[in-house]
């Protein structure tokens, strides 16, 4: 059900790469509460095409940017708030990639190129993000910013590599920029912490269905899905939340807050 609760909103959305991709969901949910908006994601995932199809059904355009160069993403302010006509309401940073978990590189042998990679595609890109947007002046007043992150920036999965840095990286970020930009125009910057979530990037993670079955049964809700993060999402877009910003919001369906629950104790005495 649609609320319009972004009507007349316009915004930016970072990295949907499939229809599994949580900004892929994002993007239905805006459209759906009557936000105009352009995709955007590096010029290599554009070759899948799929992006395309996303982008008829929500009447965006499609403007390539890799989130860690400085030029791409001045041309994608650029060309955004002139296809929309004007200022930008929302951003959503979608993006997360490590070479090093890609490769399964052990912890104890990272390579070290590879993780200041994992840093500036998952982490940096979120400052450069902002900092283009704060130096255009592109941003309306009351805008809303949001990162997508993980509960291992406050705890070890021994799986999750150097990501486990890059996000603890980007939800500093959050709190740092989120002062500069409440400061400057008001605008709100936070990350949500989301629950395991079946996507290219999520499966890419070593041992993720284990990974995935375990936060469900440890999450009295069970694990939250990618449609439910877009719901939260479109909430904090929305004029109902303008007074939240600098926050690390758990949409974890209670992971977080859960030392154990009866479907881990099932499972632990099976067969005992
Ligand atoms: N899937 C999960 O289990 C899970 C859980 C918590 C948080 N997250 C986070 O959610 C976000 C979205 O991931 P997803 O699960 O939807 O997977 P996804 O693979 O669909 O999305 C990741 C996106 O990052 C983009 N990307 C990579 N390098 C880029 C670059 N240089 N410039 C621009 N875009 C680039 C990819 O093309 C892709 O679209 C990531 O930050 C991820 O860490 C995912």
């Known amino acids: 059900m649609a609320y319009n609760l972004l009507k007349g909103k316009r915004g930016i959305i970072f990295g949907a790469l499939d229809e599994r991709s949580i900004a892929w969901k994002v993007a239905e949910k805006a459209h759906e509460e009557g936000a105009t908006f352009t995709l955007t994601n590096a010029p290599i995932a554009m070759r899948m095409g799929e992006?395309?199809?996303?982008?008829?059904?929500?009447?965006?355009?499609?403007?390539?940017?890799?989130?860690?160069?400085?030029?791409d993403l001045e041309n994608l302010f650029t060309k955004s708030s002139e296809v929309l006509g004007g200022k930008i309401d929302f951003v959503l940073h979608s993006i997360g990639m490590s070479p090093n978990v890609r490769k399964k590189k052990q912890y104890g042998d990272l390579n070290y190129d590879w993780f200041l990679?994992?840093?500036?595609?998952?982490?940096l890109s979120f400052h450069k993000v902002m900092q283009v947007a704060e130096k255009m002046d592109i941003m309306n007043d009351w805008g809303s910013i949001l990162a997508l992150s993980y509960i291992a920036a406050q705890r070890t999965f021994p799986d999750y590599g150097d990501m486990a840095q890059a996000k603890a990286v980007l939800e500093s970020i959050a709190r740092s920029?989120?002062?500069?930009?409440?400061?400057?125009?008001?605008?709100?910057?936070?990350?949500?912490?989301?629950?395991?979530?079946?996507?290219?990037?999520?499966?890419?993670v070593g041992g993720f269905d284990v990974?995935?079955?375990?936060?469900?049964?440890?999450?009295?809700?069970?694990?939250?899905?990618?449609?439910?993060?877009?719901?939260?999402?479109?909430?904090?877009?929305?004029?109902?939340?303008?007074?939240?910003?600098?926050?690390?919001?758990l949409h974890d369906g209670g992971f977080s807050a859960s030392g154990i629950t009866d479907e881990i104790i099932e499972e632990m005495t099976k067969g005992k």
């Open 117 to 123: 990679k994992t840093l500036d595609v998952s982490a």
């Open 177 to 204: 920029y989120g002062y500069r930009f409440a400061k400057k125009n008001k605008v709100r910057v936070n990350t949500i912490s989301q629950s395991p979530t079946m996507t290219t990037a999520g499966t890419g």
């Open 51 to 71: 992006i395309n199809k996303l982008a008829e059904k929500c009447g965006s355009e499609v403007i390539p940017a890799d989130a860690t160069s400085l030029e």
């Open 211 to 249: 990974f995935f079955d375990y936060a469900d049964k440890m999450s009295p809700l069970g694990n939250a899905s990618a449609e439910s993060c877009a719901d939260y999402c479109v909430s904090l877009f929305s004029d109902l939340t303008r007074m939240v910003t600098m926050q690390n919001l």
